[in-house]
């Protein structure tokens, strides 16, 4: 079965209103259009609105960097799966290592926000990925094994269309150290026998799995061509236009 290439643009905490309505505008203009391609770009929560208002009418969906589990109630500081759909969000990013690492996200947290998404009409974007120390101890499949089991666990078979995976090595993320097709691939390869063992083949063709950590203009072809890695989450290389939209055209196979 053959799964849609999804490039998704992880803003993190960067560009203020002008800088997100310039940027997203650009990307609109340049490939807006685009069709073989799904492409999203996650901008800072309180520019959600603005960011969907700015690229109506366009292929360009937005994903939040994060979401609470719970659709309401004594959470201050949160907001809801439905908060986020009737901004008009198309997706969001769960358990980003940095929000693991500096806020406390577990696997049972990404587990609960990954359903909540799905059971409220987002596509979530699960993020896992191991640490420069447990790849070096030898770690990295127990890691991930680790991190991916709480979400299947919580899942049932007709999500998995709408479920995306990120694969992101801790090591790779904001380091222009990307990892090797082969390891990227290797990754890619258990998660998707994971998803086999617990859904059967045919199911766990449809999950896109991304790859992320220093995916640039210049890699994002050879990953691609990696018989699991159905798109990437990319930080640095999409804050502005025109390296976002080269990424995408690169990874059409497309020369600008
Ligand atoms: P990077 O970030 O592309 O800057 O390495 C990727 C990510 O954190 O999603």
Not at 5 to 28: A, M, P, Y
Not at 153 to 160: I, K, N, Y
Request: net charge negative.
């Amino acid at each position: 079965m053959s799964r849609k290439t999804f490039i998704c643009g992880n803003w993190k905490l960067n560009h203020l209103s002008g800088e997100t309505e310039r940027v997203l505008d650009q990307i609109v203009k340049a490939v807006g259009n685009i069709k073989g391609i799904e492409i999203s770009i996650a901008p800072v929560a309180p520019l959600l609105g603005l960011a969907v208002q700015t690229t109506s009418g366009s292929n360009i969906g937005i994903s939040a960097q994060n979401v609470f589990h719970e659709q309401k109630g004594a959470f201050t500081g949160e907001w809801s799966v439905k908060h986020l759909a009737e901004l008009g969000c198309k997706y969001a990013i769960i358990g980003h290592s940095e929000r693991r690492a500096m806020f406390g996200e577990t696997s049972e947290t990404v587990a609960q926000k990954t359903l909540s998404c799905l059971d409220g009409g987002l596509v979530p974007i699960a993020c896992v990925g191991e640490t420069l120390s447990q790849r070096e101890s030898g770690f990295t499949q127990e890691v991930i094994k680790g991190q991916i089991q709480p979400i299947l666990a919580a899942l049932e078979a007709q999500s998995l269309a709408n479920l995306v995976l990120a694969y992101e090595p801790v090591w790779a993320i904001g380091t222009g150290k990307t990892a090797t097709t082969t390891q990227a691939e290797e990754v890619h390869n258990l998660i998707r026998a994971l998803l086999t063992a617990c859904f059967g083949a045919v199911e766990a063709e449809k999950t896109r799995i991304l790859y992320g950590g220093s995916v640039k203009p210049q890699n994002i072809a050879e990953l691609l061509a990696e018989p699991n890695v159905d798109g990437a989450l990319v930080g640095g290389a999409s804050l502005t236009a025109e390296s976002f939209c080269q990424l995408v055209q690169n990874a059409q196979g497309l020369e600008l």
